[in-house]
């Protein structure tokens, strides 16, 4: 059972465009966090959002939790070719040992 | 320094062969992990182990072996490599708790031919 599900799956922009990526569940979760991750490296992550409702910016990307922490977004504002490559949504559940559950990821691809 | 650091980075080896992944972490974390990523980028949780106690063993075949020999150790051993074992592997830490960040190392690139 996939409990993340990531929308788009694969994104493909031009620079200065703007764009969203969803993240839906129909588990709660105590917090989600995103996390970016460039070819041949290892996920970073980029925030955690705790309460229902949080938006969190960080530069030109804003990250918002939904109200019942069943699912995410991200919106990134004039996107630019650094920013491409896969982000990824995780949770943890209570049984899981703290351990985060990842959803499938979007690939994004920013061309100039 | 390098916080997540895993061992090999590349590995090819027939189907058959058993193998070692070696990963430490030196960021004091009680927690530490192991992913595996396959072709479609979907990244799912193995093993983890908190002061090498294994608290989780997700439906992973009894081929593949944690073993911890410190908290800031955690090596990952695969028994009879199979084709559908290529995959890239990650080795991750955090301090115990919700929201905590992960870590991750680099990753390992396993290719079974």
């Known amino acids: 059972t996939q409990l993340l599900e990531q929308s788009p799956q694969f994104l493909s922009i031009q620079e200065g465009e703007n764009l969203t990526v969803y993240c839906n569940s129909s588990?709660?979760?105590?917090?989600l966090q995103w996390y970016r991750q460039e070819p041949g490296e290892g996920p970073v992550l980029l925030v955690t959002v705790v309460t229902g409702g949080e938006v969190k910016k960080l530069k030109r990307l804003t990250f918002q939790f939904g109200d019942a922490r069943k699912d995410s977004s991200l919106h990134i504002t004039a996107a630019q070719p650094g920013d491409t490559g896969l982000y990824l949504c995780?949770?943890?559940?209570?049984?899981?040992?703290?351990?985060?559950?990842f959803g499938k990821g979007t690939s994004l691809l920013v061309t100039p | 320094d390098t916080a997540v650091s895993q061992t090999p980075k590349y590995l090819v080896t027939q189907m058959g062969n058993d193998k070692s992944i070696k990963c430490e972490q030196n960021?004091?974390?009680?927690?530490m992990y192991w992913y595996k990523q396959d072709s479609k980028k979907f990244l799912k949780i193995m093993f983890s182990y908190n002061n090498k106690e294994l608290i989780i063993n997700e439906t992973v075949p009894n081929r593949f072996s944690p073993k911890s020999p410190d908290k800031a150790h955690l090596n990952l051993h695969i028994n009879s490599l199979e084709l559908g074992d290529s995959a890239v592997y990650f080795c991750?830490?955090?301090?115990?708790?919700?929201?905590?960040?992960?870590?991750f190392g680099e990753g390992s690139w396993l290719t079974v031919v």
């Open positions: 588990s709660v979760f105590s917090s």
């Open positions: 991750a830490s955090s301090q115990l708790g919700y929201g905590n960040t992960i870590y």
């Open positions: 960021l004091g974390h009680d927690t």
């Open positions: 995780a949770g943890a559940q209570p049984n899981s040992g703290y351990a985060l559950n």
